[in-house]
């Protein structure tokens, strides 16, 4: 009895952080187009010149960032994350996706503006696209309407969060990743086998 009970609270407490991160996308954009369409815009332009993908974001947002270049690997983009060993030099044709939730990071500032200098398209995904310090080194600005550490005052007279500091921001960015990958494959016309095919064996 009280295992199902307890079952019955973790699918409880699943469905809120789920019905909550779901929220974000309902939310209007306006005047910006919705995300997931300049994502897939982007980088199918991409794509179609022949371009390398790079990806960049800091702490758990890093993460993200780390999470969909390995599907746009598998997608069969030529996908690289900054300050990898193996990365190479951005140039035209090449896009820098980054990832600055609050707005503004010093090393996001400098890896976007070091990716424009050499010709680089730079899209940057934000939940503060018109006060950020990275939106001033973007080509084109992805926004995610989402609670981030600027947002989350952390008053402690406050009831606990159920996601805290950035994490609505963080998954959104997950659940947003997803969409775009579904979405590029029906775009590039990428089959499950052949996405499958392109899946380490080193593991």
């Known amino acids: 009895m009280a295992s199902q009970s307890q079952t019955s609270s973790m699918a409880s407490l699943a469905s809120q952080i789920c019905s909550h991160i779901a929220s974000i996308f309902s939310k ?12 897939v815009a982007e ?4 794509a179609a010149q ?3 993908v790079f ?3 800091v702490g758990r947002e890093g993460l993200m960032m780390k999470a969909l270049c ?3 690997a598998h997608l069969g983009f030529s996908a690289h994350l900054v300050f990898d060993m193996t990365t190479p030099p951005i140039t035209t044709n090449d896009l820098l996706i980054a990832s600055a939730g ?5 090393t996001v500032d400098a890896i976007c503006s070091v990716a424009r200098s050499h010709g680089g398209r730079v899209l940057l995904l934000t939940a503060q696209p018109e006060t950020g310090s990275c939106v001033a080194h973007a080509s084109v600005v992805g926004y995610v309407p989402a609670q981030t550490m600027a947002d989350d005052g952390g008053d402690a007279a406050e009831s606990r969060a159920l996601l805290p500091m950035g994490s609505v921001y963080e998954g959104a960015l997950f659940v947003l990743f997803e969409m775009v990958v579904y979405r590029l494959g029906e775009v590039l016309g990428q089959s499950p086998e052949a996405i499958r095919a392109r899946h380490t064996n080193l593991e």
């Open 28 to 39: 209007p954009t306006h005047p910006h187009p919705p995300v997931l369409d300049v994502l």
């Open 43 to 46: 980088l199918s332009s991409t």
């Open 50 to 52: 022949n371009g390398s």
């Open 55 to 57: 990806l960049y974001g």
């Open 70 to 72: 390995m599907r746009l």
């Open 102 to 106: 609050p707005g503004g990071f010093s």
